[in-house]
């Protein structure tokens, strides 16, 4: 590994850019965790408007109902990302809000909400990166099977195929999937993320329909624009065993497989590890899996997104007590990790985010480095990445604005930004970086409990404060060098 541990130390930053000159500085967000109007312009509710309203699902019984408003503030928005001076916006699209019922005749108001954000964006020179499914399913689709039921993959295609011919050339990097691991494992099998269903041999299915999915849909896409460019967004874990012990080298084979390679391989080398069959065969034969399918889930991208947090640390349970399952996700009765019961995920040394994620920017590196190593030819973005603190609005009398002092989520981004450029000096192919989150939001099961914006919002007004983080941002890009945490001030 290259990492250098001298990132954490606040030393001066050097004054030349360790990143390409068009390099995509961007933030993300995601339709349901900023949009609210549930209800509102045609929008049909999706699976998250239904979980959250089971009662013990979320944290405080939050819903996206309302989140950050986004459908009516998007033009304050833009304003913000201008100000911001990204060159990059990565957005997705709800897709209950675009076609209610996740198939049949379009929603046109909810077409021209994306047309006119979008429009805007480009007014600003800002470059979308639109993902077109970010966890949402429409309700309907869910009552019908979900993603178990292979017509969902289908469905999603003829999805992607409407947005491609409706919003066009507006779009520059069309992102099928974000995180198909969550949309898999934490909805289908433990069951903390919607539709909330806690059956392992459907969350396999699942895995398969997602790739799937993913495969028919730019294929959709380019059959309406030749030319679109396309990629998908994976949480690729990055793992460590518990010991040096051959036992803890195969219980990280196991969850690698789980993890990285179910979706690495259909999506890029076109198939199935066989040890993840091996591994799952006590739940399920696979037989979803049809001829020819291991060809439409492999297509060729213009990049792989990549989201990081932190790290996992893997043990093969030895028998005795409990299984210690401190995995980073809220817990059921049921494992997110399918037929893997015996393997333990161990708490890693500190420090820790609000979400109790450990702070490790080296690991980040090492992944990029890994992917660029193993798929030299396929450009990564980093398409989300940030943390979640606590923080607090104080009047800053000097200035007669309000402040948020969050230095903790600045040293996060300072150090995983260099981590980027560390991988980018070792050789691998970076094209871009988008900050997990341009603004609070929802934050799945924990509502609005956890906050990652660079801008703060204030739910009940939906009262945006820029963070020391978005001014530490803003001159991050305007230099393209990365400042020190005390540069994180009003320029
Ligand atoms: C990722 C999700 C994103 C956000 C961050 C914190 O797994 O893609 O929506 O919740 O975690």
Redesign the pocket.
Known sequence: MSTTPGHATGAAAPTSSPFPADFLWGT?T?AY?IEGAAAEGGRGPSIWDTLSRVPGAVVNGDTGDVACDHYHRWAEDVDHLARLGVGGYRLSISWSRVQPGGSGPLNPEGVEFYRNLLDALRERGITPYVTLY??DLPQELEDAGGWANRDTAYAFAQYARAMATELGDRVEMWTTL??PW?SAYLGYASGVHAPGRTEPAAALAAVHHLNLAHGLAVRAIREVLPAAKCSV?L?LHVLRPASGSAADADALRQIDGLANRVFLGPLLDGEYPADVLADTASVSDWSFVQDGDLEITRQPLDVLGV?Y?STTRVRRFTGEGEPVRADGHKTTTVSPWVAADDVEFLPLPGPHTA?GWNVEPAGLTELLLDLHRTYPDLPLAVT?N?A?FEDTVVEDPALGIARVHDLARVAYLRDHVAAVADAIAAGADVRGYFA??LMDNF??AYGYS?R?GMLHVDYPTGERTWKNSAYWYARLVRTGRIPGVFEAQPA
């Open positions: 993300a995601a965790q970010h966890w974000n995180e969550c967004t949480n989201n947090y979400m989300e940030g979640s997990w989150s934050e799945w956890k990652f």
